[in-house]
């Protein structure tokens, strides 16, 4: 899974920015929904960017999975991921 063809990310003080230049929309991201689409650039599937978060941040309720997989279910939806 990776970004689609015509997506391009951009990083920004507040997260980030996804821009599909085809239909030209734009989708703002939060820092930690940034990080996701970072790791993801970067090579790395859903249970490695879920493992890497959470190395990183407490997961007690074991959200960090769950909301990687709606983060990257929902980008897919759109036509983000390819």
Do not use: H
């Not at 991201?29 to 190395?55: F, P, T, W």
């Amino acid at each position: 899974m990776q970004l689609g063809r015509y997506v391009k990310f951009r990083e920004e003080q507040f997260g980030g920015v996804l821009f599909e230049t085809q239909s030209e929309k734009v989708y703002t991201l939060n820092e930690a929904a940034a990080s996701i689409v970072r790791a993801l650039r970067d090579g790395r599937d859903a249970a490695g960017i879920a493992a890497s978060l959470k190395a990183r941040f407490a997961d007690p309720a074991g959200a960090i999975e769950r909301d990687v997989a709606n983060l990257l279910s929902d980008l897919g939806q759109k036509g983000l991921l390819s």
